[in-house]
């Protein structure tokens, strides 16, 4: 469904956080989406994974399509762009000639495309990096023409035309390169980065790959308050009950696994909130340990909780 509401906004320190959902809605079987996970692990949290992550009826994950925009340090940072509207997709049909309302959703932000500093891409897949560019008579140009856009380089030299065509890169990945990440490359405002990468005093990306090569979460710290956005190192909540498994699109499973527990772990040790991409909910979860295992929770974990 398009996302009509107000969007959601809270702060981390001096750091404003607004989120922007296009969609939310059934995305795929549970196992489908996750493979590893057993059918216990859904069913024993039921209480609190439906109806914002799971189905019970139809054994579906529901899933977000969502932005992050930060305010930060005088600037405005989109984290992950969307689909973007009227792009072949044909091996991805529920991308397929999308149209949505992700504009919009700025727009009831109290964000213009002009008013945007920086753009990050956490990865490059189809469902993250579609608005970096909009359709102009034919020609693809970046969206937000003032914006730097940081792009992993470990991901760019994988799905762009000096790749060997490695393990994962499929026709559908070659269509997404051309159509909304080398239209940045030729008007200039891309930024390759590796390792790491400081945007401001607040904000830092990192890299966790194994989603795919250069699959990045950023890092912010304000004043106390502590978050990071995985993009999609993680999928579902379930994934923090069971780190080990990984969702269906993950291109090296072991190494997504171990960037995986790195980052429960940290997030576990100093109180860090994590915000994956594609969760519902208030799209933020709390996490914590039990034992050797991480436990999980949907922010604020008390009723009238803010921030």
């Not at 009509?4 to 809270?10: E, K």
């Not at 196992?31 to 859904?42: F, M, N, Q, Y």
């Not at 799905?159 to 159509?179: M, N």
């Not at 989603?211 to 923090?240: I, K, M, N």
Request: aromatic content about 6%; charged content about 20%.
């Amino acid at each position: 469904m398009n996302n009509t509401q107000s969007p959601q906004r809270i702060m981390l320190g001096d750091v404003e956080v607004i989120r922007v959902v296009e969609w939310r809605g059934a995305f795929a079987p549970a196992r489908g989406l996750v493979p590893e996970s057993g059918a216990e692990v859904w069913r024993d949290n039921e209480e609190w994974l439906a109806p914002d992550h799971w189905e019970p009826d139809t054994d579906h994950a529901v899933m977000a399509l969502q932005t992050w925009v930060l305010r930060s340090a005088g600037r405005t940072v989109l984290v992950d762009t969307g689909v973007g509207n009227g792009r072949e997709r044909p091996g991805s049909p529920q991308f397929h000639h999308w149209q949505g309302d992700f504009l919009g959703g700025l727009a009831r932000a109290g964000i213009r495309p002009e008013d945007v500093d920086v753009v990050v891409n956490t990865h490059i897949h189809a469902d993250h990096v579609g608005w970096n560019t909009t359709d102009a008579d034919g020609e693809w140009v970046p969206t937000f023409p003032h914006a730097e856009y940081l792009v992993p380089a470990a991901d760019d030299a994988h799905f762009g035309p000096a790749s060997a065509g490695g393990a994962g890169r499929k026709g559908d990945d070659i269509l997404v390169y051309e159509d909304s990440i080398a239209p940045v490359h030729r008007a200039g405002r891309s930024v390759l980065w590796d390792g790491g990468h400081r945007i401001d005093e607040h904000l830092v990306l990192e890299s966790a790959p194994g989603h795919t090569p250069g699959s990045a979460v950023l890092r912010l710290e304000s004043r106390g308050d502590r978050a990071v956005f995985v993009g999609d190192v993680l999928h579902s909540p379930v994934q923090v009950l069971g780190p080990s498994c990984n969702s269906c699109f993950c291109l090296d499973p072991a190494s997504a696994a171990k960037s995986r527990r790195r980052i429960l772990e940290r997030a576990a040790t100093v109180g860090e909130l994590v915000i994956p991409a594609h969760v519902g909910g208030t799209g933020i979860l709390e996490v914590g340990r039990n034992g050797d295992a991480f436990t999980a929770a949907m922010w604020p974990s008390r009723p009238g909780g803010t921030r």
